[in-house]
T-cell receptor
Framework: NAGVTQTPKFRILKIGQSMTLQCAQD?????MYWYRQDPGMGLKLIYY???????DKGEVPNGYNVSRSTTEDFPLRLELAAPSQTSVYFC?????????????FGDGTRLSIL | QKEVEQNSGPLSVPEGAIASLNCTYS??????FFWYRQYSGKSPELIMS????GDKEDGRFTAQLNKASQYVSLLIRDSQPSDSATYLC????????????FGKGTKLSVIP
């Protein structure tokens, strides 16, 4: 049971480059989330999805895009990387339609923009 | 603006003592409360959830919720060096909401 799998684990980008952070879950969870965590800070929600084909913005969506074509996958796209996007990115998922279900996190992607 | 406040610490306690971690939140409609533990360089790991006023115990951990005071706490009894980590408080946005707001976390150090 892999849970939430994120790839890559580490990446260095140059300013202006683009990349996609991958996230996959095998728990048949409808809800998926992308967070970023800056040093000494809590988690900030970037985007979330309540099911295939449905996505919505979180607290800090600027500079990012997402898609959700399947229940399992929820990739995060950075189109024009900027130094302010240097962070640790976590993907999470939770079960269906119950607000009291906890979120399960992947191991994270550590991204540096130079 | 939904806010979750935690004392950033570090909180240092001797091994075997009780560690008390506190969290306040601004949204009176919040109904679900979670404590996550995060070791340095690792992802958050759920350790406790609580939804009703009062205490909830799980092994050495006790979560306490007071909705009237908008306050949730985590007690760790018989603290061990392996408990040294950052503890994140997370609160849902209100009835029916699946979005969480996280505090910045409290760093706990258990001294052998």
């Amino acid at each position: 049971n892999a849970g939430v799998t994120q790839t890559p684990k580490f990446r260095i980008l140059k300013i202006g480059q683009s990349m996609t952070l991958q996230c996959a879950q095998d728990m048949n969870h409808n809800y998926m989330y992308w967070y970023r965590q800056d040093p000494g800070m809590g988690l900030k929600l970037i985007y979330y999805s309540v099911g295939a084909g449905i996505t919505d913005k979180g607290e800090v969506p600027n500079g990012y895009n997402v898609s959700r074509s399947t229940t399992e996958d929820f990739p995060l796209r950075l189109e024009l990387a900027a130094p302010s996007q240097t962070s640790v990115y976590f993907c999470a998922s939770s079960p269906v339609r119950r607000e009291n279900q906890p979120q399960h996190f992947g191991d994270g992607t550590r991204l540096s923009i130079l | 603006q939904k806010e979750v406040e935690q004392n950033s610490g570090p909180l240092s306690v001797p091994e075997g003592a009780i560690a008390s971690l506190n969290c306040t939140y601004s949204d009176r409609g919040s109904q679900s409360f979670f404590w996550y533990r995060q070791y340095s360089g690792k992802s958050p790991e759920l350790i406790m959830s609580i939804y009703s006023n009062g205490d909830k115990e799980d092994g050495r951990f006790t979560a306490q919720l007071n909705k009237a005071s908008q306050y949730v706490s985590l007690l760790i009894r018989d603290s061990q060096p392996s408990d040294s980590a950052t503890y994140l408080c997370a609160v849902n946005h209100g009835a029916g909401s699946y979005q969480l707001t996280f505090g910045k976390g409290t760093k706990l150090s258990v001294i052998p």
